[in-house]
Structures are given as structure tokens and as C-alpha cells.
Nanobody, 121 residues
Framework: QGQLTESGGGVVQPGDSLRLTCEAS????????RGWFRQAPGNEREFVAA???????YYADSVKGRFTILKDNRKGTVFLQMNNLKPEDTAVYYC???????????????WGQGTQVTVSS
């Protein structure tokens, strides 16, 4: 069974940047499309961004223009570059793997353990 591992979370101030990393180990995770979700306290988990191995990317409206999802095909690693962070971006961020249509519109089959991002002045 494969595993997804997130890293890069932390505490930052509004306007700062962070880069989250998602590494996958084992089949089939290293062959699936990848995405990011987030869950703030008291809220449901929500879609943030997704990317196919062909390079097509998808974003939630709330992060368009501020967040960029990137991938390193050679290493099987996916990143979420978050710029101009806002307090409302505070959440636990989860990496997910599945077909991109399922990531964007459904519930992915595979999840990481999450990494906390806190944006506060």
C-alpha cells in the first residue's frame, strides 16, 4: 500500500508565502494524479488544487492567482506554492491522489496525514 506524506506547513503572517510538498511512495500512488484539499476548524474539507501528470491544473476560485500547483515528474513530488496568504487560508492541508476528475469533483481514494498552515498577524 502506498503512502502520501505532506510537509512544509507552518505559521506565517498575512501576505507571506509557503510551499507545501507531497511525496508519494509505492504503487499505485506514484502513478495517480494529485491534488490538495484543506479543512479549517468547523468546516468541511474543501478542494484547493489538482494537477495531472500531463500538466493540466485546476484551482478553487478562492485560491486562483495566489496558489500554484507544481510537479516534479522525475521524483513523483507535487508542490503547492501559496503566495499572498490570508487568515482565511488557515487550515490543515491534505494531499490526495486519484484520477483528476475524482479529485476535483469527488472524494479521492488516497490521503496524506495533513500539515497545518496558520496565517496570523
Amino acid at each position: 500500500q502506498g503512502q502520501l506524506t505532506e510537509s512544509g506547513g507552518g505559521v506565517v503572517q498575512p501576505g507571506d508565502s509557503l510551499r507545501l510538498t507531497c511525496e508519494a511512495s509505492g504503487r499505485p500512488l506514484d502513478t495517480y494524479d494529485r491534488g490538495w484539499f484543506r479543512q479549517a476548524p468547523g468546516n468541511e474539507r474543501e478542494f484547493v488544487a489538482a494537477i495531472t501528470w500531463g500538466g493540466d491544473s485546476y484551482y478553487a476560485d478562492s485560491v486562483k492567482g495566489r496558489f500554484t500547483i507544481l510537479k516534479d515528474n522525475r521524483k513523483g513530488t507535487v508542490f503547492l506554492q501559496m503566495n499572498n496568504l490570508k487568515p482565511e487560508d488557515t487550515a490543515v492541508y491534505y494531499c490526495a491522489a486519484d484520477f483528476v476528475s475524482t479529485i476535483v469533483d469527488g472524494v479521492p481514494s488516497y490521503w496524506g496525514q495533513g500539515t497545518q498552515v496558520t496565517v496570523s498577524s
